[in-house]
């Protein structure tokens, strides 16, 4: 692993690295999880693993604070379990059980959680982004300083949806940021073969609204840009767009082979660009922590993923009746 410097400097406590460390590592953990629970036939339908854009969310979730929210596409497990969900309820939700967020009912692709604030979540390509202005449009309406973290990625920032989004964030001075995860691919078409723009986030200087590319395989670099958005979008400036340049290891999804890329491609990145493994380069130059330090961490986090696997298992299917639950809203009429 090539050793490489923050582009950033932040002020950062030894602390927070080994949190950061942590949680990035239980994504990446818990996916490859998932991954041999989908190969066992364990868990059914689509399932888009996070591996190799740890960095983006973490670093996120490092410059938000209580009350904040988020929403996402379908490539949602890591930031599920960046804002705090339980990892026993978000794979029990793959699996399909009870215990899951949605009840067994949504799967890898649609779950929520109210108490954490994570709105999806979305399985239509650039679906999550107007929703991800109504949130904050709510948030400006009650007047608090709470941001909107709405996530998308290089093929949906090709959705006519995100530009009338972009018009009227804009116009309504929501407090939203948009994050753009430009992880090089798309489904499977290179992002230079699918849009003539040099860069996804100046898209943004037609409405009016700032932005820039962030380095999303360096979480202390995510923090920092995450940092001047939050600030912006508070102070009632408006959005922000965030273009944050990442990289998939795995497929599109679990069903794609991933043949419009080499494998030293893919290889060149593991070594050279890991997130993880840049924490972990920092961790130990610094004398943060020492090897056996992060591999108790590393056999602690096995040892969660461990559990919420056995949970999903042991959790029962959903009972029938279930299907007419979660349908309708209760509503009380109002007084003439």
């Known amino acids: 692993m090539a050793t490489r410097k923050s ?33 066992m036939g364990l868990i059914g339908g689509f399932c888009h693993l996070y591996i190799g854009q740890e960095a983006v969310v973490v670093g996120l979730e490092a410059a938000a604070k209580e009350g904040d929210k988020r929403v996402t596409s379908y490539r949602d497990h890591g930031h599920m ?14 699996t399909g059980r009870e215990g899951g967020y949605s009840k067994g009912k949504g799967g890898s692709m649609h779950m929520f959680s109210k108490e954490k604030h994570f709105y999806g979540g979305h399985g239509i390509v650039g679906a999550q982004v107007p929703l ?13 300083d ?29 407090p939203v940021i948009f994050v753009i995860e430009n992880n090089k691919y798309a489904m499977g078409t290179s992002v230079q073969r699918a849009t003539k723009s040099p860069s996804l986030w100046e898209r943004g200087a037609a409405y009016g609204i700032k932005g820039e590319e962030v380095d999303g395989m360096d979480v202390l670099a995510v923090k920092a840009a995450g940092e001047k958005a939050v600030a912006h979008c508070r102070a009632g400036k408006g959005p922000y767009i965030l273009e944050v340049m990442t990289y998939r290891y795995r497929g599109h999804s679990m069903s794609d082979p991933a043949k419009y ?27 943060h922590a020492s090897e056996d330090d992060l ?7 096995k ?33 003439a």
């Not at 379990?81 to 793959?94: F, I, N």
């Not at 494998?263 to 997130?275: C, G, I, L, W, Y």
Request: glycine share 8%.
């Open 81 to 94: 379990l960046a804002c705090g969900m339980d990892p026993k309820g978000v794979m029990a939700e793959l």
């Open 261 to 287: 890329r080499t494998r030293d491609e893919v290889q060149k990145m593991r070594a050279e660009r890991d997130a993880i493994e840049h924490v972990r380069d920092l961790l130990l130059s610094g004398k």
């Open 303 to 335: 040892s969660v993923v461990n559990e919420a696997a056995q949970f999903s298992q042991d959790s029962p299917e959903p009972a029938l009746e279930e299907l007419w639950t979660d349908i309708y809203a209760d509503s009380v009429p109002q007084q």
């Open 132 to 144: 991800g202005a109504g949130l904050a449009f709510s948030d400006k309406y009650k007047g608090n």
């Open 7 to 39: 582009a950033s400097k932040p002020n950062v406590s030894a602390e927070e690295l080994l949190g950061y460390y942590r949680d990035m590592l239980l994504i990446r953990r818990f996916e490859e999880k998932a991954g041999q629970l989908y190969g």
């Open 295 to 301: 591999k108790a961490i590393d056999k602690d986090i």
């Open 146 to 174: 709470n941001v909107t973290f709405t996530y998308f990625g290089d093929g949906a920032a090709n959705q006519g949806q995100v530009y009338e989004t972009y018009n009227m964030a804009m116009l309504w001075d929501l």
